[in-house]
């Protein structure tokens, strides 16, 4: 706790010292409400997810305007793996600080860091650090993507390793495109009351949503925090169905906005269980749109992504997860997958670890 709070200060001295200017970083704070947790005062991870992208939403759209040209509107295309590495409480300010880290030629890197602010005892901690990619489209022709404003960086080394992580993602982002493919493949939902307990079927989970004015950016478009934070919504629900106990996001896997969502649009966000540890659950979410008024367009993906939960008790400490009970071979081959993506971020998280001690 103690050393949380000690990063907590020296993240915001940092950004103090940073001297960039003010077109590449900016604060929001936000005191947390109930209507911001869950029913013991946790914080959701979807707000937390939500404030972050309204702030990159800004902070991109900001920039990208700050040149003679087309007006523009900076829509989320990518978000890393994002860690929520402490909880946060009703009561607590959220100090949210966005700033941009890398631009190419259409997309703009944006770094966010949360910090809670307890304001009656000072103590801050770091909750999340998340890094976005933005991409700007003309007010005038929505599809059109504008150019982006280079940054001038402080330093050299700024912009080698912003390419280097700009690169990266352009991999990460052809070979997932290659392994998913373009089909879509539903996601059936079984009466969960004919289930058996602890099986992916009862717990599965799905909610409708009517895409209105205020979900969308000035083009009309949903913004990507909204459904990030219905996805969050749904895999919660799914979580709790599984434990029935207190519930918290313990990590996002990195997601690819590949398709915009239209105001209008109904879209079904539906959540599965794939795969359980000793104390975490990981939970596949799926966004699919069906744009109402031009049906002709037909139902298409949006978004999918894996978020891991984690069940805690009365004093938040994280207790053990009733093991998945599997069906078929399809459970069982998305288990392994599951499997497989829990190893490498904890083999991941144990090397970061080990790299700031
Ligand atoms: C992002 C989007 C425009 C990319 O479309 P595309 O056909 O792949 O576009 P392009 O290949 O021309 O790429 C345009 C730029 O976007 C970047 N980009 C594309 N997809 C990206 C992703 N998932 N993550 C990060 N950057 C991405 C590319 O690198 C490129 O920039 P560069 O030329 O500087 O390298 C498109 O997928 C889209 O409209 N997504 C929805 C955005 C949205 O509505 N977000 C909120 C959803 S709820």
């Not at 079984?190 to 909610?207: C, I, N």
């Not at 009733?322 to 490498?344: D, N």
Request: hydrophobic share 35%; proline share 4%; with cysteine.
């Amino acid at each position: 706790m103690q050393s949380a709070i000690h990063s907590g200060r020296r993240l915001l001295a940092e950004a103090k010292c940073l001297g960039l200017p003010e077109t590449l970083r900016m604060q929001v704070q936000r005191i947390m409400r109930p209507d911001d947790a869950n029913i013991v005062g946790n914080v959701h991870g979807g707000t937390i997810l939500k404030m972050i992208e309204e702030a990159g939403c800004i902070i991109g759209t900001r920039h990208c305007n700050s040149q003679p040209g087309d007006r523009c509107v900076a829509a989320l295309a990518r978000v890393e793996r994002t860690d929520f590495l402490h909880p946060m409480f009703i009561g607590e300010v959220a100090h949210v600080s966005a700033e941009i880290t890398y631009t190419s030629k259409h997309s703009v890197e944006v770094q966010v860091n949360v910090l809670a602010e307890n304001i009656l005892t000072g103590a801050k901690k770091v909750t999340n650090k998340a890094t976005l990619w933005y991409v700007p489209f003309s007010l005038q022709d929505v599809d059109k993507i504008v150019d982006v404003p280079p940054m001038e960086y402080s330093r050299p080394e700024h912009e080698d390793e912003g390419k280097k992580r700009y690169e990266a993602q352009k991999l990460e982002r052809l070979e997932t495109k290659e392994r998913n493919g373009e089909v879509m493949t539903s996601v059936p939902l079984p009466d969960r009351h004919m289930k058996e307990a602890y099986t992916v079927g009862f717990s599965q989970s799905s909610l409708i949503h009517l895409v209105g004015p205020s979900d969308c950016t000035l083009l009309g478009f949903v913004h990507g925090g909204v459904t990030m934070k219905l996805m969050d919504e749904v895999a919660g629900i799914v979580a709790a169905r599984h434990c029935k106990t207190n519930i918290v996001t313990a990590s996002v896997d990195a997601i690819n906005f590949h398709r915009k969502i239209k105001k209008g649009c109904v879209i079904t966000v539906s959540g599965r269980m794939t795969f359980t540890s000793n104390k975490s659950m990981e939970i596949e979410v799926f966004v699919d749109s069906d744009p109402l008024v031009e049906a002709e367009k037909g139902k298409y993906r949006a978004v999918t992504a894996f978020f891991t939960f984690i069940s805690l008790d009365k004093d938040n400490r994280p207790l053990a997860i009733p093991p998945l009970k599997l069906e078929g071979e399809e459970e069982q081959k998305r288990f392994e997958e599951g499997k497989t993506r829990y190893l490498q971020n904890k083999a991941k998280r144990l090397a970061d670890k080990e790299r700031h001690q």
